[in-house]
């Protein structure tokens, strides 16, 4: 296609020096602009001539001359990379503040594109770290949203706001969370960010990676806002997401928060099955006897629901004892629930041997049916808990008994 541009502009685009020379000798105009605004030290920059641009800014060349988006030449040349030019640039005294149409400083170009031996250059040559674009974004913004841990991490420790907010009301770590940069997410909590900052829609970063389907991403401790309801933790338990209960609780979450059901996040891991996750709260000390606010535990909640894994690293924790308390306070040891299920019944269908002796030696009926006219022997057998059939057939379980025809 067509050149704009003089022949000026066409050998410095193109890195002919000795062109160049020869141009300015001629008396070329050596600021003279294209249709772009754009004059020769411009299209130097932007390919990284440096041999070229020395020859211009020999010549005069005007330093902090501006194409029609105000892009200055330092702009360019920090925005790909190109240091040898930036240098030289700001030895002939570039304006490392200038601001393009769009608000974005040098430090702007070079974060937002990722090149972080252009961004300690431009620190060096004290650029505003925490300088805003019209969008209200910092260099920090655009190099969280690109996901550059590098970058993100220079800022930082040149004093780069951690929470700054862009005209969304939007921090870096909800940038992070949006776009799943899990390493940068890292990055900004060490220099810590504030993990229940919401922006304009009262969105907390959790909530935002919760709605781009990253939930790897660590983020915050209080979900804030929309429709779900408790902490963070609570909805990490809930998904099943082990790795950000993990960072949660290292963020000093509370372990055992009530949502307004009065469910902890363990009430919620055992409500859903999530045995992992379950796990992990136990460890961090989770009480294993919470009560939401019609009295249910969360070993109600994953023996009502059938999981095994997460009824056993309960029982485990601590749950037997509580079978052992509600024994001693004389809680009806036959007592059936809707699908005519006595609690023996419970803990065979889970396999738990040591509560079903406990339950036993406490006169529970051996062979009481469910709805189904099922024993806890049949349940036992089903499941293949051969231990749990020793206990009942010692206690005298009917072994020849015949469950309802369905």
Do not use: C
């Not at 932007?46 to 211009?56: I, S």
């Not at 330093?63 to 360019?76: E, F, I, N, Q, Y």
């Not at 240098?87 to 990722?114: E, F, I, K």
């Not at 928060?257 to 363990?266: C, E, I, Q, V, Y």
């Amino acid at each position: 296609g067509s050149f704009d541009g003089t022949a000026l502009h066409a050998a410095a685009r193109n890195g002919h020096k000795n062109v160049v020379v020869v141009l300015l000798h001629a008396h070329a105009t050596v600021d003279a602009k294209n249709s772009d605004g754009s004059t020769p030290l411009h299209l130097a920059a932007y390919k990284g001539h440096n041999e070229v641009a020395d020859v211009l800014l020999s010549a005069n060349a005007a330093v902090g001359a501006r194409d029609s988006t105000d892009w200055t030449p330092l702009h360019s040349a920090v925005g790909n990379g190109y240091k040898k030019v930036a240098h030289a640039l700001l030895r002939a005294g570039a304006p490392v503040g200038a601001q393009n149409s769009d608000g974005w400083t040098p430090l702007h170009s070079a974060a937002g594109n990722g090149h972080k031996g252009l961004v300690d250059v431009l620190l060096r040559a004290r650029a505003a770290v925490n300088a805003h674009d019209l969008g209200g974004s910092t260099p920090l913004h655009l190099a969280v949203y690109i996901g550059h841990k590098e970058v993100a991490d220079a800022l930082l420790r040149a004093q780069a706001a951690v929470d700054a907010r862009n005209a969304d009301g939007l921090t870096p770590l909800h940038l992070a969370a949006f776009n799943g940069h899990k390493e940068v997410a890292d990055v900004l909590l060490r220099a810590g960010a504030a993990v229940d900052a919401v922006d304009d829609d009262n969105r907390t970063a959790l909530r935002v990676a919760a709605k781009s389907k990253h939930l790897d991403v660590p983020s915050v401790v209080n979900y804030g806002g929309g429709s779900f309801d408790g902490t963070a933790l609570h909805a990490a338990a809930r998904n099943g997401h082990k790795n950000v209960v993990v960072v949660l609780l290292h963020a000093h979450a509370t372990v055992d928060a009530k949502n307004s059901d009065g469910s902890t996040p363990l009430h919620l891991a055992a409500y859903k099955g999530h045995n992992e996750v379950a796990d992990v709260l136990l460890s961090a000390n989770a009480a294993v006897g919470a009560r939401d606010s019609t009295d249910w535990t969360p070993l109600h909640s994953a023996v009502g629901n059938g999981y095994k894994k997460v009824a056993h690293a309960l029982l485990r924790a601590g749950a037997p004892g509580l079978v052992d308390v509600l024994l001693r306070a004389r809680a009806a040891v036959n007592a059936h629930d809707l699908g005519g299920s006595t609690p023996l019944h419970l803990a065979v269908y889970i396999g738990h041997k040591e509560v079903a002796d406990a339950l036993l030696r406490a006169q529970a009926a051996v062979d009481a049916r469910n709805a189904d006219g099922l024993t806890p022997l049949h349940l036992a057998a089903f499941n293949g808990h051969k231990e749990v059939a020793d206990v009942l057939l010692r206690a005298g379980a009917a072994v020849d008994a015949v469950g309802r025809r369905q």
